[in-house]
């Protein structure tokens, strides 16, 4: 699964963007252009980080491949530790605002989530990777 690198730098750069126009536009005795534009500029190196993420699944091998972002090592799950998914779904006023996809794993008694996809207003962009995720486990074999 790769993520939009294209759409992550153009969240990257608009962030910049407006953390320059915040220092410059915002007088110096005020503060409150300096942490604006420290606000905006972690949010462009969150953009970055989050771009970064890799998630590999090897059938041949039976193995799922993550990696968190650039800053984490990449670990390695079997097939045979996959225990569930679990979709995570956060509503305001019985509107879905996002829905969270994860991997439940059971390393040597530790239950361990790990993210699979991110879907804003709504669960079915979240339902289809799960379907396909299961297709690539072939989990109805199970």
Known sequence: MKNNM??????????????????????????IGLWGALLFGILALVNVLKATKKLTIDPQEKIIIHKNNILNNEVTYRFEEFEQFYVLTGKYLFIT??????????????????????????????????????????????
């Open 6 to 31: 294209p759409v992550a730098l153009i969240r990257f750069v608009a962030c910049l963007i407006v953390a320059v126009g915040l220092y410059c536009i915002i007088p110096a005795e005020k503060k």
């Open 97 to 142: 605002m996002d829905s969270t996809a994860f991997f439940i794993f059971n390393q040597k008694g530790k239950e361990k989530k790990v993210p699979i996809a991110v879907g804003l207003f709504g669960s079915k962009k979240v339902q289809n990777v799960i379907n396909e995720v299961s297709d690539i486990m072939n989990i109805s074999e199970k």
